[in-house]
């Protein structure tokens, strides 16, 4: 019990990196796991925080109003990071385009920009963008792209009713809309193009890689000589890349580690119900 107590402090202690990377949260969104980012950033710390675009959800925000606290707390975290010195830098995606209209612009610290290049540790180039202007239906279909969204929505839905029967039934979790958004995208090869576009992007660019996020698919994986790596997002995976000191990137899965961190708050409430029979 000792050991696996020390073992979960440890993983409660903030970790630093070099730089954190983190896209597609929807904050706006009912589905925007909002908490777990709070969490996330409690216990990470880096010298460079780069959004990758849909962090805020413009267009669910134009369709009704949903911005509960802890929205604004995930925003006010970030702007007391970059009142302590951590360089923000935001990347505006399809979803928070209403940005984009001010690349240069500094709010409360954070930079908006309309992409960069990023300079790793090891001496590689990576280029970051969200990638929306490579996807083929938000690109030439705006009406398709918001039905998407819509579609979207009725699975995340129908995730939560399903998700409340298998937990009844002692069933693990299972994702109907990660499924049902896999299925989709297999169907016209979507993930795989949208790769091999967006890294073609990067070496046009004398880049070594390429970080982006939109497709909500977590992978870090070469290319043909170039580095692709997506963020994730944190509606359903709960996924942000880490640069370590070295130039090593990490693909970080909080709601895994999430769990870890309430059974050690469950210990210490345990020990501390315990000590006053103790004494």
Same mark, same amino acid.
């Given at each position: 019990?000792?050991?696996?107590?020390?073992?979960?402090?440890?993983?409660? &202690?903030?970790?630093?990196?070099?730089? *954190?990377?983190?896209?597609?949260?929807?904050?706006?969104?009912?589905?925007?796991?909002?908490?777990?980012?709070?969490?996330? *950033?409690?216990?990470? &710390?880096?010298?460079?925080?780069?959004?990758?675009?849909?962090? =805020?959800?413009? +267009?669910? /925000?134009?369709?009704?109003?949903?911005?509960?606290?802890?929205?604004?707390?995930?925003?006010?975290? *970030?702007?007391?990071?970059?009142?302590?010195?951590?360089? =923000?830098?935001?990347?505006?995606?399809?979803?928070?385009?209403?940005?984009?209209?001010?690349?240069?612009?500094?709010?409360?610290?954070?930079?908006?920009?309309?992409?960069?290049?990023?300079?790793?540790?090891?001496?590689?180039?990576?280029?970051?963008?969200?990638?929306? &202007?490579?996807?083929?239906? =938000?690109?030439?279909?705006?009406?398709?792209?918001?039905?998407?969204?819509?579609?979207?929505d009725t699975a995340i839905?129908?995730?939560?009713?399903?998700?409340?029967?298998?937990?009844? /039934?002692?069933?693990?979790? +299972?994702?109907?809309?990660? +499924?049902?958004?896999?299925?989709?995208?297999?169907?016209?090869?979507?993930?795989? &193009?949208?790769?091999? =576009?967006?890294?073609?992007?990067?070496?046009?660019?004398?880049?070594?890689?390429?970080?982006?996020?939109?497709?909500?698919?977590?992978?870090?994986?070469?290319?043909?000589?170039?580095?692709?790596?997506?963020?994730?997002?944190?509606?359903?995976?709960c996924t942000a890349v880490?640069?370590?000191?070295?130039?090593?990137?990490?693909?970080?899965?909080?709601?895994?580690?999430?769990?870890?961190?309430?059974?050690?708050?469950?210990?210490?409430?345990?020990?501390?119900?315990?000590?006053?029979?103790?004494?």
């Amino acid at each position: 019990m000792g050991h696996e107590r020390q073992l979960v402090k440890d993983m409660m &202690e903030p970790r630093h990196f070099r730089t *954190l990377f983190i896209s597609d949260v929807h904050l706006g969104s009912k589905a925007a796991k909002a908490d777990f980012l709070l969490d996330f *950033l409690r216990h990470h &710390e880096a010298d460079t925080i780069v959004l990758v675009g849909d962090i =805020v959800d413009g +267009w669910r /925000l134009k369709r009704s109003w949903y911005w509960p606290q802890v929205c604004n707390d995930v925003v006010q975290k *970030l702007l007391r990071k970059a009142r302590k010195g951590t360089r =923000v830098v935001y990347i505006p995606g399809n979803h928070d385009e209403f940005l984009r209209a001010f690349p240069g612009m500094h709010f409360g610290g954070i930079e908006v920009v309309e992409r960069m290049m990023h300079d790793g540790a090891d001496g590689r180039k990576y280029l970051i963008l969200h990638g929306d &202007e490579f996807d083929v239906v =938000v690109r030439n279909a705006r009406l398709l792209a918001y039905l998407g969204d819509w579609a979207y929505d009725t699975a995340i839905r129908i995730n939560i009713i399903l998700a409340a029967v298998r937990r009844r /039934l002692g069933m693990p979790y +299972w994702s109907f809309s990660a +499924w049902a958004k896999l299925q989709v995208k297999h169907a016209v090869n979507f993930i795989g &193009e949208f790769e091999r =576009v967006v890294a073609e992007e990067a070496r046009k660019n004398g880049a070594d890689g390429v970080i982006c996020g939109h497709i909500h698919h977590a992978i870090i994986q070469d290319m043909d000589g170039i580095r692709y790596i997506n963020t994730g997002d944190w509606v359903e995976s709960c996924t942000a890349v880490a640069e370590h000191e070295d130039g090593t990137f990490e693909l970080i899965t909080w709601r895994a580690l999430a769990s870890s961190v309430t059974a050690l708050a469950a210990i210490e409430r345990e020990d501390a119900e315990l000590a006053p029979q103790a004494a």
